[in-house]
């Protein structure tokens, strides 16, 4: 085995330049902290045209246009759907309002980019899911962890079995994000708690190593107002290879992930394995060889050029994120709060 190892590199990743996708005119709902990161994205490392804001504060969506250069703003979210300029609309707002703007953008006949996490629940995300198929409109959940280089190399490595048989992936991630921190994220009623916003990404990185989430099992704890503060999620993949994840907004952790096989190792380096990371491949012999993206700024762009590549070419969903999938992750973020015993007033069961 160390003759066979010693000989094992990283594939290179086949990610197209986001600067290649064709331009579209994309409409930004809800103009906030994500939305600006998605922006500044757009605008410094694609040839994508945001042609239109909407908030429901038209103050505020002016104030984001003239950051940006962006044309219009509008003070209503029904303005920004109903603009005739606009290919398609981001919605960029929190977890609790997804389902109800996707929907209208979808209705207005838009094309729709929806921030992680998705929706609510499976039965809010299904609901989107067939609205948007029985348009025949491109919709796609903004994971851009799916999208980026460093992602690409791994699943090249897993196609190829290059680590051999999947035995085990790890995934964690922690933000010091309560008490303290933004209000949404203690608040039941706009869907607060770890688990959509940063248990999101062990999941979805889980799914997309083990090639799906046959079961999913958790414990944790909950805030006083209810949310989850952190979770210990332990989930199971088709062949059998285990995942072992963590997500927590206590505190400031690792946030770290490994793709272990029978042969070999993929360590995800740097402090936030979800964006654009360096890569080690070791076995027990040590380091066999390293990768390093080829820029870590940004990261938004590699999903904003997807959904241009895939509306342009006809498609209503992306290969790399299909609709299924998606549905199949907040499943597994359903049968999470199950255990947890975490509800969100007004969410549809």
């Known amino acids: 085995m160390g003759v066979v190892t010693t000989t094992l590199t990283l594939p290179e990743p086949r990610t197209p330049d986001p600067m290649d996708a064709p331009p579209l005119r994309w409409g930004i709902l809800a103009p906030g902290g994500i939305a600006r990161t998605m922006a500044a994205a757009l605008r410094a490392a694609t040839r994508q045209e945001i042609v239109a804001v909407g908030s429901r504060d038209l103050g505020r969506a002016r104030a984001f246009a003239d950051e940006f250069g962006i044309g219009t703003a509008y003070g209503s979210y029904a303005e920004l759907v109903a603009d005739p300029s606009v290919d398609v609309v981001y919605v960029a707002s ?14 207005a006949g838009k094309h729709v ?8 629940n499976r039965t ?20 851009w962890t799916r999208f980026l280089p460093h ?9 190829e079995g290059l680590l051999g048989d999947l035995v085990t992936v790890f ?14 994220l203690a608040d039941p009623v706009l869907a607060g708690g770890a688990l959509l916003d940063l248990g999101v990404y062990p999941l979805h990185f889980a799914d997309l190593v083990l090639g799906g ?12 107002e209810g949310v989850d503060a952190q979770e210990a999620m332990t989930v199971v993949g088709p062949s059998g290879a285990l995942g072992v994840l963590h997500a927590t907004m206590l505190a400031k952790t690792p946030t770290t992930a490994s793709v ?19 890569l080690t491949l070791a076995t027990r012999g ?21 959904v241009a590549r895939c509306i342009t070419a006809g498609r209503t969903e992306s290969p790399l994120l299909p609709l299924d999938t998606t549905l199949r992750v907040m499943a597994a973020m359903d049968a999470v709060r199950r255990d947890l015993g975490v509800v969100y007033p007004g969410e549809r069961p």
């Open 260 to 278: 272990v096989g029978s042969l070999a190792r993929i360590d995800v380096d740097g402090d936030r394995f979800y964006g654009p990371s360096d």
């Open 151 to 159: 992602v690409d190399v791994i699943r090249r490595s897993l196609e």
């Open 94 to 107: 929190p977890h609790s309002e997804h389902r109800d703007q996707t929907l209208l953008a979808l209705d």
């Open 213 to 224: 989430l046959e079961s999913v099992s958790t414990v944790g704890a909950l805030t006083a």
């Open 286 to 306: 040590g380091v066999l060889d390293t990768w390093q993206p080829p820029s870590r700024d940004h990261g938004l762009h590699f999903e904003a050029a997807e």
């Open 171 to 184: 995934a964690d991630h922690g933000q010091p994000l309560h008490p303290g921190g933004p209000r949404r």
């Open 113 to 120: 980019l929806v921030e992680k996490a998705f929706a609510r």
């Open 124 to 143: 809010e995300a299904l609901e989107m899911v067939e609205r948007a198929r029985s348009r025949g409109l491109f919709l796609m959940e903004a994971l």
